[in-house]
RNA sequence: AGGCGCGUAGCUCAGGGGGAGAGCGCUACCCUGACACGGUAGAAGUCAAGGGUUCAAAUCCCUUCGCGCCUACCA
């Protein structure tokens, strides 16, 4: 293919399709269970079998990809683990309301015919994220695609759950839960989202038994008081000081309620007096242990009143409240009603307002893990970037309580416990038993599933085949590094840790990189609700995947959210239109290119030089920056590198060594060169936008196989500070020159004199070789070196470091503007100059800073004092002139 | 209620004790044989406010104001 068939315009529509296909079918992706390489490993925090790709997705893999592919140019052998959860409530929620657009529910199917729906769904259906991923160009082994369903991962969850019972960790017991009454399941405490809302306290008065007056009891939640068992003051509140061992009577109900005396209850809130209702309330429970009292629960697992309730049987609980309600102030027992703004629990699934119920659920003592898993932290063996997140998960890991890993929803992993109809034994094993061990009676099977977090904790290691002995476990395990977002540093890495630590006797990564959250351009969180959402596909629909990419990169600075904005992503497509038509232009004078002649140094040019140097400094940069996960500095750099570098400067010298206009006889040593800095830019740019790196690559002269392959560019034996130095001041006279030209006014098409002045003939030599780029830069047609002598009269000048530069153009300058040019110069150079001396004639200054900072000032100052007497010159001249 | 983070150019953000930076936008000139998704040049900031530490503070510490987030059992 040569340029003729190279559009102008970047077309990535045409170029991404094939390459992805290309990568899968050469399984470049593939991961060997080999030890002849160092290992590079990422398992992916697997989707929902029901996602679908939003911008968090779409970051989050963006950078593990990054990582990924770079790493592989590094020469690592890595292994990208792809997989989904099997997301336990969402996907049941899913899969029940397709049932219930067929005017089905999932207790006609019955559990056995559920489950096999929910398996059509997945494979029909679920899992769509995948090709979304692929379209992103994530470069996961594909080979390895895992699910949290899937035998393997099933085996290592039962074995996970024996175990821990065993050792005595795992538990059933009686204990207030979080309860979804339209998802009819227990949640976790990390499942239940708070939001402050408007509601009421109502005052309630509680008669005594004697007849002899009331006290009053505040609650949010009045229905609850049908399962009151008790009314709870603090001991030290002087208001109940007399109170002796009366009882009182619940209204509605006629229970007899004893007065207990607990700490808990706050003198200031309310009246003071606490309505105790173990059952339905987390602290009362609490209380309730304490205090031996009975636990009523009032409500079935719809949230509707049951038979404890009474005459309230069968209602809803916001009618029973209100039922309640009335016929308290009926009665008499309202004392008042006062608007009152509380935070109350919602499922995080579904929405639904939660209710705190007593039931008998499993639970993980998760104490002693979470000690080994923040030890793991304190201790460095897991590093978590940047460090302030550790903060937050030492605080959760150190307050940690139990974890409730029941479920009652059918899609997922049954919990492996099987009860005596005869004698209660409870049996938890490997094997399916067949009877009662102890009495040979009847076993059925627990009911519950597991909580879908419990199979994800066990990922890092469940995916490598664990509890088999697997190579990969050897090769891969601990992971290099998990990429995450630190809305599930509690829900999943923390739980990771544990089990890993645990299972494996090893932390599960060395390092954890938080990254940010992707909001929109008003710093909102995206969220379907809100209507804000930006959908990624749309996006590289649009701009393309590459820049879709790049963007994500640059604004992935650590401990910032990321505000999306289609302004960027635009900007960052001109960057990938640009190293397009770079490429373009070298494809268009690297046709005649002979790869194999040899280039002795003295063949490049300076600007050859200069470009090695810089690209040799760039790649160690960006280097480090990925080490160090700063996408953002690492994309920066190479932004800058190749726009303002690369395209700017180098490309505009080399054309005129390829047009035959300088040193023509460098043309092959320029060719070879402007190939071999490509080429490393490419690698450089890989991991960032692999689409259009590998279109090029392609196409580039010399190269074979993906730009993948081949490694990361090498080329520390170019780093040449002192062709940088002579550039250096190259690229300043030129700018200097074409500032006097834009602020004269003068025409592009006007071509101009120079004349050069300095005192240093090191310098002005070495510009004058270099005279060919100056006059094409400048649009000069006549340069004159004259070292010493009178300085040309009428002509616009400027100070570049040690050389004078004058534009003698009689006619054509204003010199009363260039008074003012000057004029600012000096008053912009003075000023330095002034805060330079200041702070050299500052004694504390000269004692205690460190010397090279002193030296640094001194030679500065030195500098500027000349600069700013050249300048003072030309301005005296100038004014002699125009007087 | 605690904890964390953030206030830097018109916008979006880097930087993080010794010369205020980038991208976009804006202004002027230019379709020069890679690119107008382009080129050259330019204007633009009390680095939220106040105090402290230091020879030196946008940067470290404290306070205040504004914004965001996380965690929590005040009925």
Known sequence: MSNQDMPKAYDFSTVEPKWYKYWEENNLFRAETVRDKPAFSIVIPPPNVTGSLHMGHA???TLQDILCRYKRLKG????????????????????????AAEGLDRHQLGREGFIERVWEWRHEYGGKILNQLKRLGSSCDWSRERFTMDEGLSKAVRKVFVELYEEGLIYRGDYIINWCPRCRTALADLEVDHHTQEGNLYHLRYPFKNGQGHVVIATTRPETMLGDTAVAVNPEDPRFQTLGDEELVLPLVGRSLKIIRDSYVDTEFGTGVLKVTPAHDANDFVIGERHGLDSIVIMDEDGRMNAEAGSYQGLDRFEARKKIVAD??????????????????????????????????????????????????RSGETRIVPKMWEKTYFDWMDNIRDWCVSRQIWWGHRIPAWYCRECGEIVVSMEDPDQCPRCQGELVRETDVLDTWFSSALWPFSTMGWPDQAPELDIFYPTSVLVTGFDILFFWVARMMMMGI???????FKDVYIHALVRDAEGQKMSKSKGNVIDPLTIMDQYGTDAFR???????????????????VEGYRHFVNKVWNAARF????????????????????????WILSRASKVSDQVSVALDEYRFNDAAATLYHFVWHEFCDWYLEEAKLTLYGKYRPESRPA?????????????????????YVTEEIWSLLPGTEGSVMQGGYPRMEDWNDDQVEAEMGLLMETVSAVRNIRGEMQIPPSREIQLRFFSNDSDSLNKLETQGAYISELCRASDILWEGSGDRPRKAASAVCQNVEVFIPLEGLIDFDFEKKRLKKEIDKTGKELGYANKKLSNEDFLTRAPEHVVDKEREKAKELEIRLKKLETN????????S
């Open 59 to 61: 970051l989050n893999n």
């Open 586 to 609: 070298a494809l268009m004078n690297l046709q005649d290119m002979d790869s194999g002649v040899a280039v002795a140094p003295e063949d490049r040019t300076s600007a050859d030089k």
């Open 670 to 690: 320029t060719q070879k060169t402007l190939r071999d800095v490509l080429s490393a830019v490419l690698k450089m740019l890989h991991p960032f936008m692999p």
């Open 550 to 568: 790049f963007t994500l990169a640059a604004f992935a600075a650590q401990g910032r959210d990321v505000l999306m904005s289609e302004e960027r």
């Open 502 to 508: 645990h299972f494996m006797h090893d932390v599960p």
């Open 76 to 99: 690592y052998n890595v292994l990208w683990m792809p997989g989904m959860d099997h997301a336990g409530i969402a996907t049941q929620n899913v899969v029940e309301r397709n049932l």
């Open 875 to 882: 301005y005296e001249r100038i004014v002699a002139m125009s």
């Open 328 to 377: 308290l102030e009926a009665q008499g027992f309202l004392e008042k009603i006062e608007p009152y703004q509380h935070s109350v629990g919602h499922c995080y699934r579904c929405k639904t307002m939660i209710e705190p119920i007593l039931s008998k659920q499993w639970f993980v003592k998760v104490e002693p893990l979470a000690k080994a898993a923040a030890d793991a932290v």
